[in-house]
């Protein structure tokens, strides 16, 4: 998903930076991170803002929204792929600190294949961290997408169920992580979770 679109919807871009913030307070100066669905690098843009030195790439699935990304930060690293049908680029040779997934796993078809690839890239003590929407509000998304709230595009490529603490936990212990970090924020209707491997 472009997360460079959030401007679809009257409360998006807020929704956005509010996730962002959550996710860049986390991660740590000087650390390697790779940002799965990375839209416009805004990611990137928070962590600078903040003073934080790092290493970073992203991915997303828009060729067009990459070019700009590489324009604007060229000593950073972009590829193209869509996590959802394709393995992760080649050319990610790197381990990583960490690992986003900011509200996109709800839109991931098989999160459990995705989780173990991403496992495989984490760096001893890594983390994968992710925000979603929290089951029971797909209502809320629904509606606000009609009306205007939300972006259209992203309700519409939502998974029917949002993740809960139980499912999430599930998940990371499917595929060879655990759930070390849970927490809920925006009123309770996001959800922020670290995951990190087995020992």
Known sequence: MDKGQAA???????????????VSKFIKT?????????????????????????????????????????????NHSF???????????????DKYDYITLI??????????????????????NGAIIITTPRRG??????????IGLFNQDAAEEHNEVFPNKKSIAQLASRSGLKLVTFRYFLGGANQFAVLKKEE
């Open 8 to 22: 679809g919807g009257f409360f998006s871009p807020f929704l956005e930076r509010q996730r962002i913030q959550k």
């Open 30 to 74: 000087d650390s390697t991170i790779l940002d799965i669905g990375c839209g416009r690098a805004k990611l990137l843009t928070d962590l600078l803002a903040q003073g934080k030195i790092v290493s970073y790439t992203g991915i997303d699935i828009l060729n067009s929204i990459l070019e700009a990304n590489r324009s604007s930060f060229p």
């Open 79 to 93: 590829y193209n792929s869509n996590v959802n049908s394709e393995q992760l680029p080649l050319e990610l040779k």
């Open 103 to 124: 509200a996109l796993i709800e839109h991931i078809e098989n999160a459990e294949q995705l989780l173990k690839h991403l496992s495989e890239k984490l760096n001893n």
């Open 137 to 146: 509000f797909e209502w809320v998304h629904n509606l606000g997408a009609k």
